[in-house]
């Protein structure tokens, strides 16, 4: 789906209550907004795009496009929103503009991040030595660490190019732009239709093998992993927890499976839920499922103090809920991983790495390397 212009931009607030005002002010526009939706699928009708900050109090969007253009399961469609008198309303695909050219940025350069490398193997050699001692008053099993790179290009980045080269390298990912910020997540925190939800929990990485044979055992070892096992239990727990008492049937695979993109491997564990009566609609599923242990850790109390003790960088909208909703509740909220913070001619690249008892800073600093390579083979070509 694609979207661009904006027929109207929501108000989302901060505080804990920011996904029900988010879905109040959705469900207010669509109060006084006719809508002629002929197809009645996923993403046909009225939609908005959306992305949240990591913590409460930080800027989130919602935004309605006012021209979006989808495809599924061989349907295409196209769909235009505007003010009564609105030209395109009459035929919306004759009106759609001939593409602008792309522009290239021209050539890259690093410049640095919010804190040195030196200073996040700090952070994380004091996280694996907390869970360890069981430091302080609840045990913290698990915390994720993130960090940041900079990177300025000569000409300012041209959003679309860099989706074109995500979408290429990463087809099974969820390839997004919203307001600047700009990724390839494979990882699904919720998506929704009428009763169905699903959610795609990852934790535990591996490189990619050089060849087939490096390639298959490294992800037999990651598999076999009692560390990555362990990082990803409270993952897989943390969804489940969130579907108590509204899920008439939740069906979680029994074992990790591997998840293979281009740069990493993942273990991952897909989980299926038949929503009970009144299902609750896809921001209610968010507020229950942010911030997840993949991107928090565990207990989520305790790893979230710990992260604003220890990482020293701002996520901004980094690791929090970014895709698309509609009226009727149904949508789809990728986690913002592998993406980057674009404004004109800099970004601001973002990677993590779940820290457990049985982690080595430097094996957790080589997987951010591999895990910031996504935006960086976008934004080198
Ligand atoms: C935090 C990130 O990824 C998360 C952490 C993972 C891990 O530690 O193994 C794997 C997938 C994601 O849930 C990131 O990509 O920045």
């Not at 969007?61 to 030209?87: C, E, K, M, N, Y």
């Not at 990177?151 to 995500?166: C, Y």
């Not at 992800?219 to 992993?225: E, M, P």
């Not at 980094?318 to 009226?327: K, S």
């Amino acid at each position: 789906m694609v979207g661009w212009g904006e027929a109207a931009r929501l108000p989302v607030g901060t505080g804990p209550g920011r996904f029900d005002a988010a879905r109040d002010s959705l469900a207010g526009l669509a109060a006084y907004t006719p809508v002629d939706d002929p197809l009645d699928r996923p993403g046909t009708g009225l939609v908005a795009t959306t992305s949240w900050a990591f913590e409460d109090d930080g800027p989130s969007v919602l935004s309605v496009p006012a021209t979006v253009v989808g495809s599924r399961g061989g349907q295409r469609w196209v769909t235009a929103i505007g003010p009564p008198g609105d030209p395109r309303l009459e035929d919306p695909s004759a009106a759609l503009p001939g593409p602008a050219p792309v522009r290239p940025h021209g050539r890259v350069r690093y410049a640095g991040a919010s804190q040195s490398e030196l200073a996040w193997l700090d952070a994380v050699a004091r996280a694996t030595a907390e869970i360890r001692d069981h430091a302080g008053g609840e045990p913290l099993t698990k915390v994720v660490l993130a960090r940041d790179r900079v990177v300025w290009a000569r000409e300012p980045f041209d959003t679309r190019l860099l989706l074109q080269r995500l979408a290429d390298r990463f087809p099974s990912c969820f390839v997004f732009a919203i307001d600047g910020l700009v990724g390839a997540t494979p990882e699904l925190l919720i998506g929704r239709d009428g009763r169905s939800a699903r959610s795609l929990v990852l934790a535990g990485t591996a490189p990619r093998g050089r060849d087939e044979v490096e390639d298959a055992e490294l992800g037999a070892r990651l598999l076999a992993s009692a560390k990555d096992r362990d990082e990803h239990r409270p993952s897989v727990d943390s969804v489940r927890e969130a579907f108590d008492g509204i899920a008439e049937d939740l069906a979680v695979d029994p074992e990790p499976w591997l998840l293979r993109l281009a740069n990493v491997q993942h273990l991952a564990t897909d989980v299926r839920v038949h929503l009970r009566e009144p299902a609750p609609d896809l921001l209610e599923l968010a507020a229950r499922l942010h911030p997840p242990a993949a991107v928090c850790g565990s207990p989520r109390d305790a790893a979230r103090a710990t992260i604003r003790r220890l990482e020293q960088l701002d996520r901004g909208r980094y690791a929090a809920p970014v895709g698309w909703v509609d009226p009727s509740g149904d949508g789809e909220l990728g986690i913002a991983l592998r993406c980057a913070e674009v404004d004109g001619a800099r970004a601001r690249l973002f990677a993590g790495a779940g820290i457990v008892a049985g982690s080595l800073p430097e094996a957790e600093l080589e997987e951010t390397r591999h895990k910031l390579r996504a935006m960086q083979s976008a934004i080198e070509g």
